[in-house]
């Protein structure tokens, strides 16, 4: 069927057109035909049952007194009258106890039996009639008539030639029609299309169409002929446009490679102007909190935590900035390593268990005994589920967050989840965008840059892998994270 609709798909717009035409009016033909043949062969059958309904009640009560005076040669003289009906091959007469009376037959047809009820029925491919004989409204016998099958088969042939005859008829004239309307349609689609193999071949766009009909072919020729003119003209001034085109490129491309130099200058400066002061106000920070250089008050104390405290947040924010900026660029280094599952998911959360501590929150992680070692970078491995756990436990006020990690047919699979307060499906996508956070009317007293979930995302892509989420809102997420245990590199 496929093949029969490609090779239909290839015909020409003619062939299309006249055969559409074609079929469409042959299965009107058709159903017309069906139902004019139908109805000839039931007008055929109302008209051989009313024959044989009259022949049967005229025998019938040509009968009565042969049945009344058990006379059988009479009755058997009234069936002979059947005689001139040649179509009628048996015929007889039961008396009051359904007992065969009387019987005609025409050569050496089988004998007609008292064995059903009165009406028409067929048996053995027979028409058979059967009706009672009726005296002062008492039954005092039955008839019954046997049609010949091959003369009534006769006149349906004779129906079913003149349908085919009809159908030829009406098949001749309906091509002779699709011929003569088509021309009309397809005279200008063939001629735009002659006129566009000319062009392609010569490449000579001054030639045009004449517009015969002002129907939508006509306007299709028009508009073609306008879009000539118009390539025409603008082939006239390509070079001097490409020309153009080519400078303004080509001053692009040095704009946009000077923005990229300068904005490899400010992340180089940024990383060494901010990054060296902060990384030594947190260094001399912890000193002091260790009292090395003299006894602290608790006010001093405070605000010495309050300035270490305020001076990570300072740095993780600039580091996270420098990695999306890294990654979006494509400048960022892939490392890989083999090293083991268990000691740095063990390590992972260990850091960040006094964070769960402070909120009041448990922190417990799951690993599938005998996992295998992965090669992948060990630092993007790390720095992505240190990223979720850290986000699950800004995101949980009560309650937990609990890490498994298992394989799964070649892959690390490292699953976090929590009972936090839980993304909106609307969100799903919104929290993996750069500089977005989602969640609670809470979420935006939360700390962050909302870009740990777009680093997360785009490291797990970079390492081959991928990360998704589930939620439901009020009552927690999961985020699922898929990474190759064997890192192949990207070459393209």
């Known amino acids: 069927m496929l093949s029969l609709m490609n090779s239909f798909n290839d015909l020409s717009i003619k062939t299309k057109f006249i055969s559409t035409q074609v079929f469409g009016l042959v299965l009107t033909l058709v159903f017309f035909l069906g139902v004019y043949t139908v109805s000839e062969y039931r007008h055929l059958e109302e008209n051989t049952y009313a024959r044989m309904t009259i022949l049967a009640d005229v025998l019938g009560s040509n009968s009565i007194s042969a049945l009344l005076f058990f006379d059988n040669a009479a009755a058997n003289d009234v069936l002979e009258s059947l005689s001139t009906q040649p179509d009628i091959l048996t015929a007889a007469i039961f008396d009051h106890n359904d007992s065969l009376f009387a019987e005609y037959r025409q050569g050496l047809t089988h004998q007609l039996n008292r064995d059903v009820d009165y009406g028409e029925y067929r048996k053995d491919g027979h028409l058979i009639l ?197 990654i979006e660029s494509g400048h960022i280094t892939i490392n890989p390593e083999t090293f083991n599952v268990d000691l740095w998911v063990g390590m992972a959360c260990s850091a960040l268990r006094p964070l769960a501590d402070k909120k009041g929150l448990s922190l417990e992680y799951d690993i599938e005994p005998d996992i295998p070692d992965i090669y992948s970078d060990k630092r993007r491995v790390e720095q992505i589920v240190i990223n979720l756990i850290n986000n699950s436990i ?42 977005r956070q989602v969640g609670g009317d809470n979420s935006a007293n939360i700390e962050g840059t909302g870009l740990g979930l777009s680093i997360c995302k785009k490291l797990s892509e970079l390492l081959g892998g991928s990360i998704k989420v589930e939620s439901k809102f009020g009552k927690g997420s999961s985020f699922t994270v898929r990474l190759p245990l064997e890192y192949k590199e990207d070459k393209t």
């Not at 159908?167 to 309307?181: D, R």
């Not at 010569?202 to 390539?231: C, P, V």
């Not at 008050?297 to 890294?326: A, M, W």
């Not at 949980?396 to 993304?423: H, M, Q, R, S, W």
Request: with cysteine; aromatic share 8%; glycine share 6%.
């Open 130 to 326: 059967h009706r009672p004989i009726l005296f002062d409204g008492s039954e005092i016998g039955s008839i019954a008539l046997r049609l010949d099958p091959d003369i009534q088969a006769g006149q349906v042939r004779t129906v079913v030639l003149s349908t085919f005859l009809l159908f030829a008829a009406g098949l001749v004239f309906v091509f002779f029609i699709s011929l003569k309307t088509q021309q009309p349609v397809t005279e200008g689609i063939l001629s735009l299309a002659a006129l566009t193999k000319r062009v392609r071949d010569s490449g000579d766009y001054s030639q045009r169409i004449e517009r015969k009909t002002n129907d939508e072919i006509g306007t299709l020729i028009s508009g073609f002929n306008d879009m000539m003119a118009t390539i025409s003209d603008t082939e006239k001034n390509l070079e001097k446009m490409v020309q153009e085109r080519t400078r303004d490129l080509e001053a692009a491309r040095l704009r946009a490679e000077e923005s990229d130099h300068l904005k490899s200058a400010f992340l180089a400066s940024m990383s060494h102007e901010l990054r060296t002061p902060l990384n030594s106000i947190i260094g001399f920070s912890g000193i002091l909190l260790q009292e090395k250089a003299g006894k602290l008050n608790e006010e001093q104390k405070e605000q010495l935590n309050i300035v270490r405290n305020s001076s990570t947040h300072l740095l993780d924010l600039i580091n996270d900035v420098l990695d999306i900026s890294k």
């Open 394 to 435: 800004k995101f949980t006020e009560t309650g937990g967050v609990k890490v498994y990690c298992y394989p799964d047919d070649g892959f690390l699979v490292v699953k976090v989840i929590d009972t936090g307060i839980g993304i909106k499906e609307e969100d799903f996508d919104t929290i993996f965008s750069t500089f």
